[in-house]
């Protein structure tokens, strides 16, 4: 178990070290900690190494000079210039707030962007404004279509923060597919086996081997199979794939540029980096704040007051589980697998940075 402010302080010194200014560097590291609060492994410091040796390759610009090439008064696309997405998300989420702020909703496409941790953490930027937050982003290319052996999607994450007034805000973040591929990861650390319906081999069979992907298999969209309702999950990440990349003037499809840095990107991009796509919406635009919240109040009750299923507690509601991860982290600390553990004690030593 690992503090925060311990790995907060670890991973702001990191950013810092590879020409991050104190800023973006600090914001950096408050939306990468977010994940592990959260309770999202996969997307936390166990990411550092990977967005380091990016740095080292030249495909991350640790000062990027964040900019607008098109807008209206009601949208934008933002050229994230090559910065950490990390960075870059954040910073388009708040234009998007802006613009919002002044004539309803904003919504923003970003591209020439680089992975941006947990969606979750950009829409939950709107909920102090009394706005409902959206954001998604496209991914490197793991996920195979129904019907198809060849990846040609990411997990391309879809996340809606809505604000509530006694109870807490609704926050649904998730992958468009049956797992994160970060969840893969976790297991590979842990030397287990996938559950059925997570992956499959390079001509199609269900595999429960979580280096299939690795072996040239793919990640299958959320339902797993056509009869198990595949063809909606695979709709779902084409949606976030044409918002993030087709819209902005980002790679989509297989032209995504991959995380790891030892696969080189595509030769023949059809746009520029990374895209992301994010929404806010100022609930008095559409009924006084209050109001709406008091009914969102409402909705939350009479969920969590639903009947349960015999052996279960109660029913959840988005961010709920998350919400429970965070206080019980900040509390008692982030654990950590001892890979992650060594793959960050190296970054320090690097670095000259103690972990």
Known sequence: MYPYRHLFDFTREIFLNIGCSLEDAQLATQVLLEADLRGVDSHGVARLSGYIRLWEA???????????????????????????????????????????????????????????????????????????????????????????????LGTNPIAVAVPTNEQPPFVADLATTTAANGKLEILQRK??????GWVQTAIGLGSTNPFEVQAGGALLPLGSTKNRGSHKGYALGSIVDIFSGVLSGANYG??????????????????????????????????????????????????????????????LIPGDPERIMTAR????????????EKDLAEVGKKFGVKF
């Open 329 to 340: 982290r900040l509390q008692k600390g982030i654990p950590l697998l001892p890979p992650v």
């Open 191 to 196: 030397q287990k086996q996938t559950p059925s």
């Open 58 to 152: 030249g495909r991350i610009n640790p000062k990027p000079n964040i900019s607008i090439v098109h807008e209206t008064p009601s949208t934008a696309t933002v050229d994230g210039d090559g910065g950490l997405g990390l960075v870059v998300a954040p910073r388009a989420m708040e234009i998007a707030m802006k613009k919002a702020e002044n004539v309803g909703s904003g919504w923003v496409s970003v591209r020439n962007s680089n992975h941006f941790g947990i969606a979750g953490y950009h829409a939950m930027q709107a909920l102090q404004h009394d706005m409902i937050g959206m954001a998604m982003t496209n991914a490197s290319p793991l996920v195979a279509p129904t019907h198809s052996t060849q990846r040609m």
């Open 254 to 315: 297989p032209w995504v540029p991959p995380f790891v840095s030892f696969l080189a990107p595509p030769a023949d991009p059809v746009g520029q980096g990374i895209g992301h796509f994010f929404g806010a919406m100022r609930i008095d635009a559409f009924r006084p704040a209050d109001e709406f919240k008091h009914h969102m109040d409402n909705w939350i009750n009479a969920f969590r007051n639903a009947q349960v299923k015999r052996g279960e507690k109660a029913v």
